[in-house]
């Protein structure tokens, strides 16, 4: 009993973790739209928005690459939150790009994934008029 | 059961170690001393941070502690990059050792045995695995396994091959192996003087 309970939620975990992993730049990319943020912040964001992370620390890799890719740029400025100075990263450009790029494909994407997933009365046949007619098929079809 | 795993996993992989792991990590992928510094700094932050949330190093670097570290080093900086800096380092690092050797023999025509060549191989294999693996060694430990597995080593490829010299090491030669690397660390000594007196470093 256990086992069936659990078995769902694992998968469904990992999947999650496979989507996000797909999205995390343009998630992490949205997020500095909104303002500069260091890395324990974007953490707390997307937390805040119910996405975990299994590796927190994946953000870094990411972060140096899209600021490799003149993506997002950096700087030290003093933590709200006190202590020393973190590394802030704001959006270039190029970034505020990539985003509107990425947002529009990913509103496509969902829609798209969304109609096929999407459940629909199936009555084992198809619809006639989707059906590629022929003369064969009529013939058959009486 | 498993509560107590992540207990235990949890309290002997401290901030300290994870720090240490990836800095030796990034130094032998070759990321200049600059960089090396702020990324641990943008690290110990967020380890501190998640600490105090009451999460555990493990969930900030996850399981593999070198994997994280080769994935950051390698977004960080393209592969070209670091390879020129260890190819300036490791030869530095031959260089000192030989430097060491032609002041200790009073020599400037070091004979160069294959005693020696091992001893040095041996030395760099160890303290490279095991600082990969847990970060630094520190110059104590340097010396332990210098002795521990260096010596042996050496004198069992002297007595293999001989320890008659292979050949002659000219004391400029041995200069000619340490300047790149010199050059980097004068480098690295006036980025970091820049980066102590304010200035971004990026």
Redesign the interface.
């Known amino acids: 009993m256990c086992r069936m309970t659990k078995e769902p939620t694992a998968a469904g975990d990992q999947r999650r973790s496979q989507l996000l992993r797909g999205v995390l730049d343009l998630c992490l990319l949205s997020l500095i739209a909104d303002r500069p943020r260091y890395g324990y912040e974007f953490v707390e964001a997307l937390d805040a928005g119910g996405l975990e992370l299994v590796s927190e620390g994946s953000i870094y890799p990411l972060l140096a690459r899209m600021e490799r890719a003149g993506l997002v740029e950096s700087y030290r400025a003093p933590s709200s939150a006190g202590g020393a100075p973190r590394k802030y990263y704001r959006l270039t450009g190029g970034g505020r790009a990539e985003l509107a790029h990425g947002r529009a494909v990913w509103g496509d994407f969902t829609a798209q994934v969304g109609r096929v997933l999407s459940p629909q009365e199936k009555t084992g046949e198809p619809d006639d008029d989707r059906r590629p007619h022929n003369d064969h098929d009529d013939h058959d079809d009486r | 059961m498993t509560d107590d795993r992540t207990t235990t996993t949890t309290t002997t992989t401290t901030d300290e170690r994870v720090l240490a792991i990836c800095r030796a990590n990034w130094e032998y992928r070759g990321i200049d001393d600059a960089t090396v510094r702020?990324?641990l700094?943008?690290?110990a932050?967020?380890l501190?941070?998640?600490g105090a949330a009451g999460?555990g190093p493990r969930?900030?670097?996850?399981d593999d502690v070198k994997a994280?570290a080769a994935?950051?080093a390698?977004?960080?900086q393209?592969l070209r990059r670091r390879a020129a800096r260890l190819a300036a380092l490791v030869p530095a690092m031959v260089g000192l050792l030989m430097l060491f050797s032609h002041l200790l023999w009073r020599t400037t025509a070091l004979p160069v045995t294959a005693g020696r060549l091992a001893l040095i191989a041996a030395i760099a294999a160890v303290t490279v695995t095991v600082e990969l693996r847990s970060g630094r060694l520190g110059l104590r430990k340097n010396w332990l396994v210098g002795a521990v597995v260096g010596l042996p080593v050496a004198l069992v490829a002297d007595r293999l091959a001989g320890d008659g010299p292979l050949f002659a090491l000219p004391l400029w030669v041995t200069l000619l192996l340490i300047a790149p690397g010199a050059a980097c660390a004068v480098v690295d000594a006036r980025t970091r003087r820049r980066a102590e007196r304010g200035v971004?470093v990026?």
């Open positions: 702020e990324m700094a943008e690290l932050a967020h501190e941070d998640a999460r969930e900030v670097v996850g994280f994935s950051w390698r977004a960080r393209p971004t990026r």
